[in-house]
C-alpha cells in the first residue's frame, strides 16, 4: 500500500481565513480523493481529483469553497476558503490502489482542523 | 444508490469478550466490502477486505465474510483487547459508481480491561 502524509496534522484557524491542506503519496497514483469527517461522523467524500483534469466534486461542495489542485501523480492540495466554525472537521486524502476490479483506497493521517 | 448500514454504538466490552459489529449494504453489481478502522487522534486504516461472494476478509484477528444473499458484511473478533479500542467504518465500492466509497455511520469500541 501507498504511504499518505498529509500536512499540516493540525491547526486552529480564524473564521474568514482560508487553509491549504497538502497531500503527498511516496507512488504514483491516477486517482485521489478528499473526504471531510465531521466531529463525530462518518466520512463525505469531497471531490475526486485526477492530474491533468479539473476535480470532479460531489453534491453540496463547490470549488470556490474547496478548490483543489493536481499538479503530479504524487500530489494534491485542498483549500478550505472563507473558513467557518462549521468547517470545523477532519479532512483526509485518500488514493487508489490495487489490482483493476480489486482497488482499495488508502487514507493519509489527516489535517484536524478547528475554526474560531 | 449505494448505502451501507452498521450498527450504532457506541459498544462496551470487556477484555477477551467477543465482538460482532453488523453491516449491511444496498449496491448495484457486485461491490467489494471493506472495513477500516480509526485509532483515537489517528486516520484511517484498512482493517480488511472482500471482493466478491463468499470470500472472507481477515487481519490482526479480525474477520468479516462478504454474505451476497444477505447483503451484509458483519466484522467479528473472537477475544477483544483494550488495543481494539477505536472506531470501525463498514464501506463499499463498485465499478457502476466510478469506484467511490461509501461509508457507514462508524461503530464506535470501547474495551475495558
Known amino acids: 500500500s501507498a504511504v499518505i502524509s498529509q500536512k499540516p496534522s493540525r491547526d486552529i484557524c480564524q473564521r474568514g481565513t482560508s487553509l491549504t491542506i497538502q497531500c503527498q503519496v511516496d507512488?504514483?497514483?491516477?486517482?485521489m480523493f478528499w473526504y471531510r469527517q465531521q466531529p463525530g461522523q462518518s466520512l463525505t467524500l469531497i471531490a475526486t481529483?485526477?492530474?491533468?483534469?479539473?476535480?470532479?466534486?460531489e453534491s453540496g461542495f463547490v470549488i470556490d469553497k474547496f478548490p483543489i489542485s493536481r499538479p503530479n501523480l504524487t500530489f494534491s492540495t485542498l483549500t478550505v476558503s472563507n473558513m467557518s466554525p462549521e468547517d470545523s472537521s477532519i479532512y483526509l486524502c485518500?488514493?487508489?490502489?490495487?489490482?483493476?476490479?480489486?482497488?482499495?483506497?488508502?487514507f493519509g493521517p489527516g489535517t484536524r482542523l478547528l475554526v474560531l | 444508490g449505494n448505502s451501507v448500514t452498521q450498527m450504532e454504538g457506541p459498544v462496551t466490552l470487556s477484555e477477551e469478550a467477543f465482538l460482532t459489529i453488523n453491516c449491511t449494504y444496498t449496491?448495484?453489481?457486485?461491490?467489494?466490502l471493506f472495513w477500516y478502522v480509526q485509532y483515537p487522534g489517528e486516520g484511517l486504516q484498512l482493517l480488511l477486505k472482500a471482493t466478491k461472494a463468499d470470500d472472507k476478509g481477515s487481519n490482526k484477528g479480525f474477520e468479516a465474510t462478504y454474505r451476497k444473499e444477505t447483503t451484509s458484511f458483519h466484522l467479528e473478533k473472537g477475544s477483544v483487547q483494550v488495543s481494539d479500542s477505536a472506531v470501525y467504518f463498514c464501506a463499499l465500492s463498485g465499478w457502476a459508481a466510478g469506484n467511490k466509497l461509501t461509508f457507514g455511520g462508524g461503530t464506535r469500541v470501547l474495551v475495558k480491561p
Open positions: 449496491a448495484t453489481g457486485y461491490p467489494s
Open positions: 481529483a485526477n492530474q491533468g483534469s479539473e476535480a470532479t466534486y
Open positions: 485518500s488514493v487508489e490502489g490495487g489490482d483493476r476490479g480489486r482497488e482499495t483506497q488508502y
Open positions: 507512488s504514483q497514483v491516477t486517482m
